[in-house]
């Protein structure tokens, strides 16, 4: 069984930049795809980041050229550097893993397998 932490989240004004955690606990296929979405109160969740085996990374538009996927595999540690923060970037965001051999860092939540229980950021404008 895979377990999931994310970590790093907190308040920050508009403009301001964090970097989101994720460790990973059990098991992960070196197939795994893993990515990192958000949910803000009364919206859909939405796909925010994700990488596959491969190191190829994928993005929603929204956060294009603000947002950096890594991952550390010695650590089994995702991270997501996140840069030029605004209010619209408010939610709680949420690391998973797909354990698919054929996963391809899709964007789409139910392709995933396993969720942590998120972490909370807040933009203040």
């Known amino acids: 069984q895979v377990q999931l932490v994310e970590s790093g989240g907190g308040s920050v004004q508009a403009g301001g930049s964090l970097r989101l955690s994720c460790s990973a606990s059990?098991?992960?296929?070196?197939?795994?795809?893993m990515g990192w979405f958000r949910q803000a109160p009364g919206k859909e969740r939405e796909g925010v980041a994700a990488?596959?085996?491969?190191?190829?990374?994928r993005y929603a538009d929204s956060v294009k050229g603000r947002f950096i996927i890594s991952q550390d595999n010695a650590k089994n540690t995702l991270y997501l550097q996140m840069a030029s923060l605004s209010a619209e970037d408010t939610a709680m965001y949420y690391c998973s893993a797909d354990r698919s051999r054929y996963c391809i860092g899709s964007l789409i939540g139910d392709e995933y397998d396993y969720w942590g229980r998120g972490t909370q950021v807040t933009v203040s404008s």
């Open positions: 059990g098991y992960i296929s070196r197939w795994s795809c």
């Open positions: 990488i596959d085996s491969d190191g190829r990374t």
